[in-house]
């Protein structure tokens, strides 16, 4: 149009104005007044296909309508043909008035102000802008005038803000749906549309804010309503039941209102007319009742992701108009019935993650319409029945069961299927060659079953389309013929873990779109072939060839790779060429490598994982890695680098964990570690490290664990300088170093990690990742252990081998989830605190090779939890404690200590009575001073008494095996993520 408007549109305008004035809001405009209406509508809004997204067909499990087929209807309007005739516009036969607008999915763009021409059509009766971009405007209050409306529709078109209250004016709407926007409702205006609107037959605000909004309100609405659909409004509270019994409903959707409670009611039968009843993802708990055998109208019920138990009713089985039925992420129970009268209509079945039982009924696999089966995370037992002709089945889904038998050969009568899952069951035997004629197969999943199977040209020649195999975790042998050629062209995904296998399989040469590989776990042995590299040479985004044989590797050529892991291998030489950029995890430990850390790794500039631990690399840590802004582990433990920690970590950087124990480590600690504000785990043992205690770590908020063991750090530990030290800290671990001074007791005072952990309450949790498991090496009760994972209950202190001097003070009493406690070699005298005896989670106290005296305090008979007691090289007196835990203690416990008498000791104690000794002068004034300012006072502690067992406690924190993370399983469900959306939109545009 330029810079300014022709003549022709301003003429067009002069003439809105002059018919505006003449007739004003209240009256009507002659028919080529509204066709000058509409135009000028039109020309206030530019066309743009992307506002309106062709996405074929209807969303099942949202109930959402796209635009299967979008076009610009307004682009066909013309100036000299009269706007009856115009595509998406309806005027009455006699009077001419334009009384329906239907310009949804019209690619239109723009807003929509409240002195728009669109609210000169005073005469509608049907608006429907639905699937449009009207870039967040609001809804105008103009709306409201269209006092002859009776259908309204603006959902999905980017409307946002408060729905007007003019709109609860619309008392002759039938219909309102202004769902999918970014709107939200009050109260005030919610109870006028529930008092004026009372012609309401279908309402549907589904994404609208409601949270405002009180469930037992929906009671109010019109007793004609046939349509109800709230999906995902954040409705709260419990819903009321009488809304159930509204007379002529049909459609009824709540799903995704996660905190909205309720349950169904007994006489749900009584609405005969519903068809549709989606619960999905909101919290409805009790059983499901048996009366739902009488909604015999009902085509969809979605009552997935709820809480409802108890017996799943038979009687559901029998409903015969119903095509979709999910049920699946609930508590139900019992078997399946062995007969169904009704299912002849039936297309979606989920059963998926309930605790269903018993064996497959055979009316499963015979039911001529089905085309999805979930019956995964169930308990079913018994073998796979027969299948009879069922050509329509695209998805079946019987993964973690608990079947049995061998995979039927009927199986190749399903021709359509295009998803299979198998996977962890019991199955058996010889892979049935049947599956190979399911020539459509695009993803099979065998995974976790004791099957053995042949990859040969005649099993997979015919398998063109399949994305997906995973065949990981059978017990038995995969063997590959690598004699022979065939291909996978649309391999995206192959998972052969665990699978016994000893060589690459050869049809991976042409696996040109390969995403996801996974061999590990197998017998794999010597370099990995050059012809690897070109496999999926643009695609590959995760490799994993860990615990296998591998000796060479010269480098990672795919630039596109996301996650890579070869760990426990038996590679050696320098660290292969890296050539991906966008690396996010890299694990290489427990192999053999050699060298120095290539500075070419930091080109992986989002790399958050690096694990090289268990190598044997050397020279100097690369000072790029501690510039990193991405990186949030840094595992170089066990290997032989040399220099010092370089200087200067980062601002803002995301490390989590740094490990660089068993290195050759030297020089001071760097101050930049104080960055590290995302620090949960630091260890530094087994270097050379010549520095102070380093308090500047205490302001550290997420720091966990702290080693430093086994080093030269020397000189007093002093007060705190934070005024909360250590807020979080569990794992402190100076031992081995040349400290000295008294025992820091203003640190013991705010370790409140250490204090009054419900392990309850925090379950039984590890440290770490999804991808990065959290370990640690440490002395549990005599025994140096790798923590292979790391409780978060895991609680310890170990000051031994220094050079304390000074009494044990008695507020570490105050400690009392610690699991062990370590001060053996050091120059400590004085008593073994009373206060010991709140130490009720103990389970390892080592005090040998010191300088205590006194007795051996009788509240150490309360610590039930206590396998290893270590008393022994000290100048202990006065009678052992008997009875409950030290009944299991052996004379090793207190060897050297000849004033100690009773069992176990072969020295009687001739009927000396125990002398409980104060506290010296100095160390009750300076806790009695900690105690007035921390509020700490001792109360008994009344627990039962277990024994200690030495192993089986060590087995509670030690792994000696890692599962697969769950990142597997992650790539796993993109079979249900893409490639289901993919085959459900499919099968349902070919009408099946």
């Known amino acids: 149009m330029g810079k300014c408007l022709s003549w022709k549109y301003f003429s067009l305008l002069l003439s809105l104005l002059f018919f505006h004035s003449q007739f004003p809001f209240s009256s009507s405009l002659p028919t080529n007044s509204q066709c000058s209406a509409l135009l000028h509508f039109n020309h206030s809004l530019s066309l743009n296909e992307s506002a309106s997204p062709r996405v074929f067909g209807y969303d099942y499990t949202r109930n959402i309508q796209m635009c299967e087929n979008s076009y610009p209807k307004t682009g066909s309007w013309m100036e000299d043909k009269g706007c009856c005739t115009w595509d998406g516009v309806v005027c009455d036969n006699s009077t001419r008035h334009v009384i329906a607008l239907d310009l949804s999915c019209s690619w239109l763009y723009g807003s929509i102000p409240s002195n728009s021409t669109l609210f000169l059509l005073r005469h509608l009766r049907t608006l429907n802008l639905a699937a449009n971009d009207f870039d967040f405007s609001l809804i105008s209050s103009e709306f409201g005038r269209f006092q002859s409306l009776t259908h309204l529709n603006l959902s999905q078109s980017r409307f946002y803000g408060e729905i007007p209250y003019e709109i609860s004016q619309l008392s002759s709407l039938v219909s309102l749906d202004l769902s999918f926007n970014s709107l939200s409702i009050k109260t005030p205006v919610w109870k006028r549309v529930i008092r004026n609107l009372s012609q309401l037959r279908e309402l549907l605000l589904d994404a609208t804010n409601m949270s405002s909004i009180t469930p037992n309100s929906l009671m109010n609405l019109s007793s004609s309503l046939t349509t109800l659909s709230l999906e995902e409004c954040y409705l709260q509270g419990t819903f009321e039941i009488n809304v159930f019994r509204l007379p002529c409903l049909q459609n009824l959707d709540l799903g995704y209102n996660s905190n909205l409670e309720g349950s169904l009611p007994k006489s749900i039968g009584s609405l005969k007319f519903l068809e549709y009843l989606n619960l999905r993802g909101c919290n409805f708990t009790g059983a499901i009742p048996t009366s739902i055998e009488n909604l015999t109208q009902i085509i969809k019920l979605d009552l997935s992701k709820n809480g409802f138990s108890g017996l799943l009713p038979s009687s559901i089985f029998d409903l015969p108009n119903l095509s979709f039925l999910n049920l699946k992420r609930n508590q139900l129970v019992g078997p399946l019935p062995n007969h169904v009268s009704g299912l002849n209509l039936l297309i979606d079945l989920s059963l998926s993650s309930n605790f269903l039982n018993g064996t497959l009924p055979s009316w499963l696999f015979s039911l001529s319409s089905l085309v999805t089966l979930y019956l995964d995370h169930n308990q079913f037992i018994g073998e796979i029945g027969e299948f009879k002709y069922n050509n329509s089945l695209v998805i079946l889904d019987l993964s973690y069961n608990m079947l049995q038998g061998s995979i039927p050969s009927s199986i190749s009568r399903l021709v359509n299927l295009s998803y299979l899952s198998l996977s962890s069951n019991n199955l058996q035997g010889f892979f049935t060659s049947s599956i190979s004629r399911l020539v459509k197969l695009t993803s099979l999943s065998l995974s976790s079953n004791n099957l053995s199977i042949m990859l040969d040209l005649e099993f997979l020649s015919n398998l063109n389309n399949l994305n997906v195999f995973n065949f990981s975790y059978n017990n038995l042998l995969v063997s590959i013929n690598n004699n022979l050629t065939f291909t996978l062209p649309n391999l995206e995904i192959l998972f052969l873990s665990s699978c016994n296998i000893s060589e690459f399989p050869i049809f991976l040469k042409v696996a040109t779109n390969l995403g996801y590989l996974d061999l590990s776990n197998n017998r794999i042995h010597g370099q990995i072939p050059e012809w690897l590299g070109a496999v999926g040479r643009n695609s590959l985004i995760s490799l994993d060839l860990s615990h296998n044989f591998l000796t060479s590797i010269d480098k990672i050529p795919w630039k596109n790779l996301y996650f890579v892991d070869l760990r426990n291998n ?19 430990s427990n192999n053999n490598l050699s060298g120095g850390i290539p500075s070419l790794i930091c080109n992986a500039s989002s790399l958050e ?87 500047w770590l205490e302001s550290i908020l997420e720091l966990q664990v702290l080693v430093i063991r086994s080093n030269k750090f020397q000189g007093h530990i002093g007060n705190p300088k934070a005024e909360f030290p250590f807020p979080n800290l569990r794992i402190l671990d100076i031992s081995n170093n040349e400290f000295n001074g008294t025992l820091p007791i203003k640190y013991f005072k705010y370790l409140k990690a250490m204090m009054n952990v419900d392990e309850g309450e925090v379950g039984l949790k590890y440290m770490g990742d999804e991808y990065y498991h959290d370990s640690l090496n440490v002395t549990i009760k005599g025994l140096n252990i790798e923590l292979v994972r790391i409780q978060t209950v895991f609680t310890i202190i170990d000051f031994s081998n220094n050079s304390f001097i000074g009494e044990i003070p008695q507020i570490i009493g105050s400690l009392n989830s610690l699991k062990g406690l370590n001060f053996s070699h050091n120059n400590l005298i004085g008593y073994i605190p009373s206060s010991f005896g709140h130490l009720t989670n103990l389970e390892w106290l080592d005090l040998s090779f010191n300088k205590l005296d006194g007795e051996i305090p009788k509240q150490l008979e309360d610590l039930n939890q206590l396998a290893v007691l270590e008393l022994s090289h000290n100048q202990l007196t006065g009678p052992i404690p008997s ?10 416990s207190y060897t050297n200590n000849l004033g100690l008498c009773g069992f176990p000791l072969t020295r009687t104690c001739n009927n000396h009575e125990a002398k409980q000794p104060p506290p010296s002068t100095l160390q009750q004034e300076q806790e009695d001073n900690l105690e007035s300012k921390n509020g700490f006072g001792w109360q008994a502690v009344s627990i039962g008494y277990g024994c200690g067992v030495i192993f089986g406690t060590l087995m509670g924190y030690v792994m000696f095996k890692i599962g697969k993370p769950k990142w597997i399983v992650r790539m796993v469900k993109l079979e249900q993520h893409i490639l289901l959306r993919r085959l459900k939109n499919n099968a349902r545009r070919s009408g099946g």
């Open 609 to 695: 994982v690096l694990d090289l631990s268990h190598n044997n690399f050397s020279g100097t840590i690369p000072k790029c890695l501690v510039l990193s802004n991405a990186l949030s582990v840094l595992d170089l433990r066990m290997n032989s680098l040399n220099g010092s920690i370089p200087a200067t970590f980062s601002c803002g950087n995301y490390l989590r964990n740094i490990d660089l124990n068993g290195n050759q480590l030297e020089g001071s600690l760097p101050r930049s570690l104080e960055n590290c504000t995302n620090l949960e785990v630091l260890d530094l043992g087994n270097n050379k490290i010549n520095d102070t205690f380093p308090y």
């Open 883 to 892: 009875g409950k835990q030290f009944n299991t203690f052996e004379n090793n």
């Open 570 to 588: 038996l590679l050696r030489g320098p660290f292969p060429t890296l050539n991906a950029l966008n690396l996010r995890y890299l694990f290489a």
